[in-house]
């Protein structure tokens, strides 16, 4: 009997053993897309073991093309243009792009899958991009839900960038995260600190990347980052400069002015910063030594909550308000704004009505 | 007597939303906290409240949106959002993306409403909204967004 039961339970696991054998060779085989060779600017190809999605495989090729949602097709940042052998658009892509992209074959790269042979258009600045490896020298608070983290580059040592670009900060696995996942955070830095970035994250309730960032990562800890990227950056001329931010959106304004300042810019430069209240403003004493050190800067900060505002020299009411009754010669001007997406939308309103032409306006939405 | 319970079959549909739900993959610490009920538990627990305290959920979320609309206004401040309450809207960059199979994309915006007689507050994300208008979810007990109809329908009517 007992031999009988152990015979039984051998045969099934053979069989079981047999089936998971098959399975096996099966997927290795037919599932298996072998090399294919991705095109790049028609300049250089990489070969790469198909079957994965393109933004993937390229970040494993030290490639890195921006996306904030590590993949899942939700941010609509990793386009790129896939000339030859992309397949046809998939609908969880289509809601990200404008018709004239889809006409030019821009492609989400998370969503193309590598199956064979591709040929892809990259812009030269992403190129440049590279993966670092930082850790976290300080931790500072800058208002109840605002902080500053200072991060020391390891490898590679040094960066370069444009005041303005961002990069975008790895989240690892952690006790409130299943996976890894990229957030972009503008450099708030001083720019001729080449082996440092300094970022200005505020806390978003629930969000997975500020969530690690305020409430578990410490002092010594090693981070990722990789960039930079992005447009947003002054443009070289003579015009007088409007600056318009709010809570964290002072990160590249500051980075900005650090360079205005190594660069002994002269430009007459006005900063109106928004806030609710006056413990939300951030900063300020590093903005007044920028109004000794800078020829021209003019510091406005406007709080919505008049309480002890006149100790801090604050206009009072919304920063769209301040910038109406104070913004002179609006028509000369070339306005850089970095906010949330309703801040920009109401200031772009008011810029206009005010005279600033629409292509001296330049933003940073949230 | 022992009654005995009920036991209904999940689909696998089901059973990934749930797996979805109780991931940090959209959220940090997921969507429902230390609940231990089914996400169809949940919904019906809280329609069941809602129908006793005598709204729908149309209702609720539709008074949601309307707030808002109204807090987006501030620019970040607060402002006054119906009688005797301030509100406002908090944006960050991206979306939120809604855990059910459709397309729902919203943006990332909390909206805070406070009660300035007795300073209860309760804030929601235009996700919340978003669940409780098409799926009836306020989240799981102990959700970082987790809503209590009783307080919300106390809060904004």
Known sequence: MVLEILVAVTVVSLIGTVLAALLTICEHFIADYGPCQISINDESDVTVKGGKDLLSMLTAERIFIPSACGGRGTCGLCKLKVLEGAGPLLPTEEPYLEKEERESNVRLACQVKVRGDLKIEIPQELLAVREYTCKCVEITDLTHDIKQFRLELIEPTTIDYIPGQYVQLLTPVYEKSDEEIYRAYSISSNPAEKSVIELIIRLVPGGICTTYCFEYLKVGDEVKINGPYGDFRLLDSDAPIVFIAGGSGMAPIKCMLHHMKNTDNKRKTIYYFGANEPRELLLTDLMREFEKQLANFRFVPVVCEPEDSNVLGCEIGLVTHAVQRDLKNATECEAYLCGSPGMIDATIKVLEELGVSEDKIFYDKF | ?157
Do not use: Y
């Open chain 2, 1 to 157: 007597m022992t009654q005995v319970g009920i036991v209904m079959k999940e689909s696998p549909e089901d059973r990934k939303l749930e797996e979805v739900l109780r991931s940090s993959r959209l959220a940090a610490g997921g969507f429902m906290g230390h609940d231990n009920r089914s996400v169809s538990e949940v919904i019906d627990a809280d329609a069941t409240e809602l129908s006793r305290l005598g709204f729908t959920k149309e209702q609720v979320a539709e008074r949601m949106r309307q707030i808002t609309k109204v807090a987006i206004s501030g620019l970040g401040t607060w402002v006054q959002v119906g009688d005797g309450m301030e509100g406002k809207v908090d944006e960050a960059k991206g979306w939120l993306i809604c855990p059910w199979p459709h397309k729902g994309k919203l943006a990332k915006r909390i909206t805070v409403v406070k009660v300035i007689e007795t300073g209860e507050s309760i804030r929601w994300s235009d996700l919340n909204t978003h669940l409780i208008s098409e799926h009836g979810f306020f989240e799981g007990k102990g959700s970082d967004f987790r809503i209590e109809p009783r307080k919300l329908i106390r809060t904004i009517f």
